[in-house]
């Protein structure tokens, strides 16, 4: 990289509050510190790498990440220097109640595990799905003895069955009494019939007390039984409904009579819809022992045990950083810089700097000594690329 374009980086990089390093730990140190004179400790596997030119400039890169990140967090938080708040004291005045150790737990060490969600992006353009009505329809023959039962199947979609159920509840509608009694419902479900006959398995049972003389609708738990569906879709035959008040009558409208259209079986669920999708371009990710030149994402965990103990969670977490060359060479990999390049050729030159960010929970200490739970945006490098 040309040595104009280097320091022309460095700069846009503490703008964007994005640079480079290997795979160390930084110590962050208090806003009073500066990484010379806090004892800041890069911890580095390779110690001849230094000689390399790429090397050097991951080194620089260190620094100014470091800088930045403690820039971001005060302004983030709003804070206009670090709260003066020590260890001693915050094990005064932190509470042992479960809800916050809960908190703890969880934001504990926060960052990227580089899963399949590092391939994955949100669909912000497409409808999620949150709710669905799957009306009964007539299960299959495979199942049925002299035509019955008569009800009831429910199908999904391939689609809703990729999502996780939040809740789902059957309702069944009761025809009236004339008088109050008491109603066994059950729910069957269904299996193909065989030489010794059908095998039908109780899977739920309600008594109700029921002096409804206008029809009720009833609604039984069913998310389990969804559950199982979803993840053995062969073993979904279809349920069999009967509700028997003391008199031997199935009140269950299963199978409508005149004036009862509207009133057969359905579900209704709640999902949660992933909107996620396959990233198109996913840029380049290395590790501290890559030889590689071009653009690239690197690890890099940020530590705040030293100096900044006014944060309680996390103590850690991973923040990454770019680091490399954006040279003509490279410029296929990202077209659209090319084409800026040619329309400019007198320009600098593109930078590589990180183009998806995403945040991190923290628990801290304001000013005022109370304890705050909030988001920082734009903390965590998930992508680099040449811009």
């Not at 403690?70 to 809800?99: C, D, F, G, H, T």
């Not at 996780?164 to 109603?183: D, E, G, H, I, M």
């Not at 030489?195 to 029921?210: A, D, F, N, W």
């Amino acid at each position: 990289m040309p040595r104009y374009n280097f320091f022309l980086c460095l700069t846009v990089l503490v703008s964007l509050g994005q640079s480079g390093s290997d795979e160390p730990n930084l110590l962050l140190p208090s806003a009073s510190e500066t990484p010379t004179d806090s004892g800041l400790s890069l911890l580095d596997e390779d110690a001849g790498s230094h000689e390399c030119s790429a090397c050097v400039w991951r080194e620089q890169s260190k620094v100014l990440r470091l800088e930045t990140i403690k820039s971001q967090i005060l302004s983030k938080l709003r804070l206009k220097q670090a709260p003066n708040i020590s260890r001693e004291v915050v094990n005064q005045l932190l509470p042992k109640a479960p809800p916050l150790q809960q908190l703890l737990d969880h934001h504990d060490f926060q960052g990227d595990a580089w899963s399949q969600d590092e391939f994955m992006e949100e669909d912000e353009y497409h409808a999620t799905t949150e709710s669905v009505i799957t009306m009964a329809s007539e299960p299959e023959l495979l199942v049925q003895v002299n035509g019955k039962p008569s009800c009831c199947f429910f199908k999904f979609s391939p689609k809703l069955m990729f999502t996780k159920v939040l809740k789902a509840q059957l309702w069944v509608y009761l025809r009236p009494l004339q008088q109050t009694s008491t109603v066994y419902l059950q729910i069957l479900r269904l299996k193909p019939v065989t030489e010794q006959g059908s095998r039908h398995i109780r899977i739920r049972s309600l008594k109700i007390e029921l002096n409804s003389r206008v029809g009720h609708w009833q609604s039984i738990d069913f998310k389990h039984v969804l559950q199982n569906w979803f993840k053995h879709p062969h073993t979904n035959w279809g349920i069999d409904i009967n509700a028997f008040d003391e008199s031997g009558n199935d009140l269950a409208v299963t199978s409508l009579r005149p004036g009862e259209e509207g009133l057969q079986p359905f579900l209704e669920v709640k999902v949660l819809e992933t909107t996620k999708r396959s990233r198109r371009n996913l840029g380049l990710d290395c590790d501290e022992h890559s030889t590689e030149s071009r653009c690239c994402r690197y690890h890099l965990t940020v530590d705040f045990e030293f100096g900044w103990d006014w944060i309680i969670a996390p103590k850690r977490y991973k923040a990454n950083y770019c680091s490399g060359q954006c040279e003509y060479m490279f410029m296929q990999k990202y077209p659209h810089t090319h084409l800026v390049q040619h329309a400019n050729p007198r320009g600098a030159g593109p930078c590589c700097t990180p183009t998806k960010m995403s945040p991190i929970n923290m628990l801290y200490f304001n000013d005022k000594q109370q304890i705050i739970h909030g988001k920082i945006p734009g903390m965590v490098v998930d992508r680099c690329g040449c811009s």
